[in-house]
Structures are given as structure tokens and as C-alpha cells.
């Protein structure tokens, strides 16, 4: 990819101070509370954390899927929560893929239809939506499970379905909470060898994960605890500056 031009050494994603407080009734939780991250094009960052800890937060705050409290998020050079809601939802679509347990599947649409969801709204014509869909769907080992419906198929498959559906479009960030949470060992083997596949294919990907061993697979750290990001294991500009090509 990039090397050593200052191109490469701009930040895809730049988080500052960013607080996130959930208020139920006069309970108030602080889940972030005060992130700060840089995310480079092409890294792979694994991010681990105890239960309760706020990672899902960091990754619904940056992405800007929920609103933050206080502080900036810049992705692609602009500020995520100065974007209308409409461009904030257009540049997600264009941009980002997702792989979240909770993000639900449409029930009443098919397998693939669900996966070609992304490109359709990205304006690429149907039968092109339709076959790669279906090169997607053979590659998390669902080709004969492409007509079925969400509610027809296993939770494991089902999460499948959400990896295909995050990746076919080739965005350029992906976010992913516990991808391979509720996948047999072998399951969850293919979804990580698959991730590595988009991340050698140059793609930037930020993990959540429990598994101890897929988070060392990275290539960096992330570690949360109380609502900070108190760790950071070889962040790319580090590297960088060490003269290490950790993009090319
Ligand atoms: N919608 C919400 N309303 C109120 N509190 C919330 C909400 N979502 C999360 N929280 C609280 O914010 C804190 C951080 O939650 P978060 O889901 O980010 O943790 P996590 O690190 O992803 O945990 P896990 O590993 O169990 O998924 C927790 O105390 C949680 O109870
Ligand atoms: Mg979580």
C-alpha cells in the first residue's frame, strides 16, 4: 500500500476525548470517559477489555452509530458528529462494514438478499449484487443457505450471514464486536482466517474480541478498562517513526 508518504500517515480514524454517560432514570453510567485512538489505513486493531468495560460503546461512539457527550471522532479527515445524520448514514453505507451480534438481520429477506443489502444502496446493479452475494455467502461456507431466511438458519449461521454482508461491499473500515462469539471452534477458525484474508487484502479492521489468542493474532492492542483505553501495543505510527512499513 502507502509506505512512508505523509498520506499514509494520516489517521482514517481519530478519536479525542471522547465521553459517553448512559442516564436510565437517575442512574447514570459513565462508559467512556475520555477515549483517545488513532486508527491508520490497513491496520488491524484488536481491542480486549473485561465485560462492562465499554468496548462496545468505543466501537458504537467511533463509528458513530450512537452520539458521544464531549470530545471529536475524524474520519477521513472529517468530523463524524459535525456531519449531518443523513451523511453521517451516507458515509457509514459508503465506508463502513459492521459485524455485530445485536445488528439484526432483515427476517422477512433471504440470506442473500441480506447481503446484498450494502451494495444495493451503494447503486451497484442487481445482478452484480446478486453474485457477489454469493461468492460472499461460499465464503463463510453458506452457499447452500443463501435462499433461506435469518430465522430459518442457526445463530452460528446467522452470524455468517453478518460477516458476508459486512465485507461484500469492500468497505474501507470494519467495525466487529466478538465475531467468532457464538461460532463453534472451527466456525470461528474460517471467520478469522477470512478477516485476516480482507486485512492482507489492505482493508482496516477494528476487533473486539475475548479470545485471547485472536487478540494477539493482530498486529495491535487495544486494551479498555473503566471506560479508557489504557494500553496501545504497537499503534502504526509508532512504527512508522520506528521505520517500519506496517502498511505496504
Ligand atoms: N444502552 C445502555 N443503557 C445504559 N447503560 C448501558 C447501555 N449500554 C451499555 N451500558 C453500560 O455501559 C457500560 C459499558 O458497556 P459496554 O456494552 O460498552 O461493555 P463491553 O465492554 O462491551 O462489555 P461486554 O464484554 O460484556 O460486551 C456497562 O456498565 C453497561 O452496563
Ligand atoms: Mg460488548
Not at 452484480?128 to 454469493?134: G, L
Amino acid at each position: 500500500m502507502h509506505g512512508h508518504d505523509t498520506a499514509s500517515l494520516q489517521p482514517i480514524l481519530s478519536a479525542r476525548g471522547v465521553t459517553k454517560t448512559y442516564r436510565t432514570g437517575s442512574r447514570e453510567v459513565a462508559a467512556l470517559r475520555g477515549v483517545d485512538l488513532d486508527v491508520h489505513a490497513g491496520e488491524l486493531v484488536m481491542v480486549m477489555g473485561p465485560s462492562g468495560n465499554g468496548k462496545t460503546t468505543l466501537l458504537n461512539c467511533l463509528s458513530g452509530l450512537d452520539d458521544i457527550d464531549a470530545g471529536t471522532v475524524t474520519v477521513d479527515g472529517k468530523d463524524l458528529f459535525g456531519m449531518s445524520d443523513a451523511e453521517r448514514t451516507r458515509h457509514r453505507a459508503q465506508r463502513m462494514g459492521f459485524i455485530f451480534q445485536a445488528f439484526n438481520l432483515i427476517p422477512v429477506l433471504s440470506a442473500a438478499e441480506n447481503v446484498e443489502l450494502p451494495l444495493l444502496v451503494t447503486g451497484v446493479a442487481p445482478k452484480v449484487a446478486r453474485e457477489r452475494s454469493h461468492e460472499m455467502l461460499d465464503r463463510v461456507g453458506l452457499a447452500n443457505r443463501g435462499h433461506h431466511r435469518p430465522g430459518e438458519l442457526s445463530g452460528g449461521e446467522q452470524q455468517r450471514v453478518t460477516v458476508a454482508r459486512a465485507l461484500v461491499a469492500e468497505p474501507a473500515l470494519i467495525w466487529a464486536d466478538e465475531p467468532t462469539g457464538a461460532l463453534d471452534s472451527r466456525t470461528a477458525g474460517e471467520i478469522v482466517e477470512l478477516l485476516h484474508e480482507v486485512h492482507a487484502a489492505g482493508q482496516t479492521l477494528v476487533v473486539v474480541t475475548h479470545d485471547e489468542e485472536l487478540g494477539r493474532s493482530g498486529q495491535r492492542l487495544v486494551q479498555v478498562r473503566d471506560g479508557l483505553v489504557v494500553n496501545d501495543e504497537h499503534p502504526a505510527h509508532e512504527l512508522h517513526l520506528a521505520g517500519v512499513a506496517v502498511t505496504s
